[in-house]
């Protein structure tokens, strides 16, 4: 019997990626989250986990996170 390890089904996740504008990132991965909540099935705004991040959820599964470059 297989053991489970710590990654379980992360690796068919795909490759989170960052792009960056000026003094602006842009990261795009998907979104593993459990939301305990009615998301909007297009396009659902929050507030990011960490001061100045923007967190946008399309389609219910690509997260994109805005924030200030460092």
Same mark, same amino acid.
């Given at each position: 019997?297989?053991?489970?390890?710590?990654?379980?089904?992360?690796?068919?996740?795909?490759?989170?990626?960052? +792009?960056?504008? =000026?003094?602006? *990132? @842009? $990261?795009?991965? !998907?979104?593993?989250?459990?939301?305990?909540?009615?998301?909007?099935?297009?396009?659902?705004?929050?507030?990011? +986990?960490?001061? =100045?991040?923007? *967190? @946008? $959820?399309?389609? !219910?599964?690509?997260?994109?996170?805005?924030?200030?470059?460092?």
């Amino acid at each position: 019997m297989p053991t489970l390890n710590s990654s379980f089904g992360l690796e068919y996740a795909p490759t989170p990626f960052l +792009v960056r504008f =000026g003094r602006r *990132e @842009v $990261l795009v991965t !998907r979104d593993f989250r459990k939301r305990f909540y009615a998301v909007n099935p297009i396009i659902e705004c929050d507030t990011g +986990v960490e001061p =100045g991040h923007v *967190e @946008v $959820l399309l389609f !219910r599964r690509w997260l994109l996170i805005l924030s200030k470059a460092h």
